[in-house]
């Protein structure tokens, strides 16, 4: 028997869980080192009642122990839908709960999250199937909640009315993602891991040209903490350390194992858990992280909320398609971009592209390095212009800008390979 079927029997799904709860109470604990309980609550009713479009920094429009909070209960009570309908704490899973507390620093909040899942949930009712066959679709479709957050606090409706058609159209969101999630993962072929992103990105834009036609329009938006914290870079530290110490607690394999991940193009569906079991996968999410971290210091920028995000994001893919080997080759594209456009490496933008735009990393592990390099070299370019058609309302943009340039680069690189590519 393989031995990373035995590394995955020896760590049960209760286990799964129980790490998988240490981290959303860490979040939780992390909030009140920062701020007082009155602060707090203060700031999680300001960001309740905000419309939360990108780019909207929690710790900036509030403080750091509210957005913390936020994404600490969003992440618990996430967790605590999939235990009770019984998900498998699988690399899809594990993705899609650490995009819910990254994004919870930024965008996704305690209010306006729920109509969404709700939505899909009613889906899987009228489809007569499992919760469980939807649940990534729901937890990543919540990348449409500012819609909830505009349509109810926005746009100048009385508040009842404002909460009633927003959480309606959170619903009517919910219901027809996860069809369209199914069809659009052809446009890419699987190159772009953030496939719900680039859904969300087209109902985005169906939003958008429904509220322009009426003449609501959305502001660009750009509230970011530009504090340097001490406090925020030991916690990212510890939080990575703990997932290398998993893997040396709960395995004896070898670290040479780890070139089986590397060797793992990460096209969709590469689930690492699956493939090489939970304590390696924990390993590798933890490597990420520790270059994502690594990068934003070298480059000189801030531990903001969206930055933080951009970190757990990629921290969370380690399970579902990243690692270093595929990502670094689109950094790199993104880098020499914006180089030389004469852009600013430290500037918040930029660090949230060259980490986001690793959702093209496929690119990279199918096609090459520098394939991986265009990429991301091509994804900066775009990127930037694509918000305005969804108005801020997806907070995925990177995952919308994705979707393109996979649609773009693959089928010009299937029709100038010469012999077929083969994941080993």
Do not use: C
């Amino acid at each position: 028997m393989h031995d990373s079927i035995l590394a995955s029997i020896e760590i049960g799904e209760r286990t799964k869980y129980r790490i998988m709860y240490v981290y959303g109470l860490s979040l939780l604990s992390l909030a009140f080192f920062f701020n007082s309980p009155e602060e707090i609550f203060n700031g999680l009713k300001t960001i309740v009642f905000s419309n939360s479009l990108l780019l909207t920094d929690y710790m900036a429009l509030s403080n750091v122990g509210s957005a913390f909070l936020n994404s600490g209960i969003l992440l618990l009570a996430f967790i605590f839908i999939a235990k009770n309908s019984k998900a498998l704490m699988n690399g899809p899973l594990i993705a899609s709960l650490f995009l819910v507390a990254g994004f919870a620093l930024f965008g996704k909040n305690i209010y306006n999250v729920w109509s969404i899942v709700i939505g899909v949930y009613i889906h899987s009712r009228i489809q007569k199937d499992h919760f469980t066959k939807y649940i990534i679709i729901a937890f990543f479709g919540t990348a449409l909640s500012p819609i909830v957050s505009l349509l109810s606090f926005g746009i100048g409706l009385p508040y009842f009315l404002g909460i009633i058609i927003g959480n309606l159209a959170g619903i009517g969101i919910g219901l027809i993602l996860p069809p369209l999630a199914s069809s659009y993962v052809r446009f890419h072929q699987g190159f772009n891991l953030y496939n719900i992103g680039f859904t969300a990105g087209v109902v985005g834009m169906l939003f958008m040209s429904l509220f322009r036609l009426y003449g609501i329009e959305n502001q660009p938006l750009s509230i970011v903490y530009q504090q340097s914290d001490f406090g925020l870079a030991i916690y990212l530290l510890l939080l990575f350390s703990s997932m290398i110490a998993i893997f040396f607690a709960y395995s004896n394999r070898k670290l040479v194992v780890y070139k089986n991940i590397l060797r793992q193009s990460g096209r969709l569906v590469t689930d690492f858990v699956t493939i090489e079991g939970f304590a390696f996968t924990m390993f590798n999410m933890g490597i990420m992280g520790f270059l994502s971290m690594f990068y934003v210091l070298i480059v000189g920028g801030h531990f903001s909320g969206p930055v933080i995000g951009g970190i757990f994001t990629v921290v969370g893919f380690g399970s579902f398609g990243k690692h270093p080997k595929n990502t670094i080759p689109v950094v790199i594209g993104v880098v020499l971009a914006t180089i030389l456009s004469n852009g600013d490496l430290s500037s918040t933008g930029a660090i949230l592209t060259a980490l986001f735009a690793t959702t093209l990393a496929p690119i990279a592990g199918y096609y090459g390095v520098l394939a991986g390099i265009l990429a991301g070299f091509l994804h900066m370019s775009l990127v930037s212009n694509l918000a305005y058609l969804h108005g801020g309302m997806n907070l995925y943009n990177n995952g919308f800008s994705g979707g393109f340039v996979a649609a773009i680069l693959v089928p010009i690189f299937e029709s100038y390979r010469k012999e077929p590519s083969y994941e080993e």
